[in-house]
């Protein structure tokens, strides 16, 4: 069962929230989310979110590649959805980082664009999606994005932002995409370092609800600490 | 048209012009990538073939990519350079070296197939390519850096962040010199990768390597040296481009097959599984980790990582052999475990920071001692040296080596040109006769696979350029040698093991597990020849030219797999499989090993022209005069042979020496076979013109160097 906006007025659910806001005039309707009278954008929530390990991260980079060749066909770091940064000369665990989309609760990104491409879409878990037809490459998503580095993509050739949509739109996968079949980047990992949950990560500015511990009995006899 | 899986372009770099000029990849397509391409392009751009001294102007270094590298085809991210090396003896060949990390896929997303480095700077420089743009800078306050702080700073010149949460950072707008503002060249979050030499490369010493990263090193050829004579500090690629894959479905899909049914499965491993491919990461380090705060790291693309990152600030990214080129001098010293990792780490960062090829410490080590032992080499000695040889062991003594050696300072004067070199120049030839100093092949070390047992590794060096360092059969020695060692299960039995690597062993040698028999009946067989052929036209081609990994690749046998059967060759997620995923093409496995034997042949070509002569193909006479007795792990050193009732079994081979008569009878026999004229070791005219390489045949005959056809 997909969590559902805890910030919602008595956790009710998203469409008797919309409903009822509309009945009493409350609410513009705006980009698959609701504009509140006291200027808070309300969209429902994902049903899915990547997690990943960093500290168990291997750095090789296949999330990546995968993530740009089930999207696109092609192999692209810049385009990649997923982005592992790597500093070869640092200590671990800050060495590396890894910035994926949050599918956030709030998504800023959703709410700035200006045409609705960047939408919630409803018939795949509520991922927060961009649509490339009607993207008119304002970039304010990228910017709106509160993450550093921002989870949003630019595309340069195409002129087009992009972001994560939990594989919904892979033409190059032959196997069902999104919140209810694989991600490319959770299905490529060899240490398994990127998880997908239906469990809402805490919502705050910093990273650390989706940094998770995935390193277990295993990690610890390959001769690696699973604290 | 569409060049799937290449950036499509070549830049040759003319160091004394300081001048980029681009050249079309798809005029090289038929030789694939890796040393194919950069064999073709060094036959095109060397103007002079015979010279014999990677330092000449004439030098061509090549730096390639493969079409796998950055496309998700397993264990594929390695980068090849060729060209006139430094690191051998008598004659310094036309050879080759092997580097991981990021470079091999980060020239790609620049825009380049490959780097082609020719002629000499005027004075030191530094190379920076970003998404087709190139600039020479000056490199003097780079000059006389270590490899890490040449990195460091080089970041900062580009512009790069720092901290890497820093994120995304704009090609156009960071960098001293900015790209074309005109144009949009995107945003990426990737540290350029760059290929850079320590002192032990300004000094043009045979040890010197380029390094990469951390721990990322290109050392057995020397072309650290040549990059220092060539006043060549780094090279530093970085771009936002994409490659274009042929079939992006099919390449996912074995990908995934590789992790599913090749590989065990991370939450319920078999640690102990056979394979190559289907291993969990594990760091290859020959010492303990000096913590358990650290992670796998891995070359792009790679599935199982070997290579480490600690918190404890040293030992980042080193492996194998450079973790203990000084383990057992230290091993006399330390105090305690800890200490004696901490001093084997800090070696090896010494090495890498100097840039210095660890590989002499194999036997080298061994043979100083020998010296030191018996008077003659020391404070006041025959062999002067002002080194603290009474603080032998410690890591004092091992960063005030490696500055000698990487300065030319003491007895760095004399090993710089050479260990082998400097042995005949010392009057210690008798050193090679009795084993004291053990440079197998080439002027080079034994790499702890002694030819005299473990037949292939010394055979395919002695007829190639160098210590082959590829491990596709030596992987056989390491699971059954650590199963005998350690009481483990015996996974595959012996009989079965060769009858599974035969099956794929096509074309030469396929079903046909004879090939793998090392016994001494055996040992200079035809059989043996086709192995090794088989062995040279493999790694040719999908080890060296595709840039699979040697230690992941070949996967011939595998536990992971219900019928002990590995990836390679296979039709699920064979080497082919990927190359022609992502290439469009349709090559069979067989097709792979046919365009090896093409590039193996082509090498031939440039050894014959700098004097390559049968004659001149022979082990050190130790092999041939001494036993070998004494393994570098263990006592015993177990192979598969076939006793004389057809019964396999492993079997321990020390105690054997070389025949010097039936080796070569055996090299007649690989000549024969390779289509070699037998009394020279020359290719024919009729094989080079039956590989597409009639002008090949046309330079050999110009130069009087062209096989004579068999009467046979």
Redesign the interface.
Known sequence: MAPRNTDDPNGISRRRFVASMAATGCVAAASSGVLLADGRFVIPNAEGFLVVDTKKCQGCGSCMMACSLAHSGSASYTESRIQIMQDSFGNWPDDLFIAQCRQCQNAPCVEVCPTGANHVDEANGNVRRVDPEMCIGCRMCIQACPFTPARLQWDKDRRKSQKCDLCVDTPFLDEKGGPDGIQACVRVCPVKAIAFTREMPSQTLTDAAYQVNLRDWVWKRLGMTAE | MTLYGYAGKILRLDLSAQRAIEVDTADYRSWGGGHGLGSALFWDFCRNKTITDGRDPANVVVVTSSPLN???APSA?RCEVVGVGLNTYPVHWYTRSNIG??FG?MIR?AGYDAIVIEGKAPRPVWVDVRNRKVVFHDAADLWGTDT?TA??RIWQKIGVPRD?????WNLNETAEEALDPAT????????PAIMTIGPAGENQTCGGCLVH???NVAAVAGFGGVWGSKNLKAISVIG??????AD??A???A??IV?EKY?SN????D?EAWSKIGK????MAMVS?PT??????????????CR??????YG??TKCQVTSWYFAPSRRVARSAEELVEINLRAADAAQRSGLNTYFALTGLHWLEHLVEEGLLGPGKTIHSDLPWEKYGTLEFAEKLVHALSCREDIGADLADGWVQAAHKWGREEDLRTGDMAFSYWGQPEHGYDPRAEVEWGYGSILGDRDICEHCFNIIFTNITAAFAFAKPMRIGAEELVSIISEKLSPYAKNRPEVLDYSDENMYSENVAQLVRWHRHYTRFYKESALYCDLRWPDFYNTNTPDNRGATASEDAGEHVFWNAVTGDKLSFEDGIELGRRIWNLDNAIWTLQGRHRDMVKFAPFIYETKYEKGELFPFFMWPCRDADGTWVYRDLMGRSMDRQKFEDFKTSFYRLEGWDVASGWPTRATLEGLDLPEVAATLDAAGRLGKESSS
Do not use: N
């Not at chain 2, 358990?292 to 990582?305: E, I, K, M, N």
């Open positions: 950055g496309t998700l991210g990390g990021r896929t997303h890490r990195q460091e890497v949460r820093t994120g995304w949009d060249q995107g945003r990426t979050t990737q540290r990263d951390a721990g936002t481009g994409e490659i274009p894959v992006a479905t390449l996912l899909r990908r995934a992790k590989t991370i939450e319920q491993p640690f969990q990461p594990r760091l980790p358990d705060q650290y992670r796998p790291q891995a070359c792009q693309g790679c599935v199982s990582g480490a990152r600690y918190s404890v600030g980042h990214e």
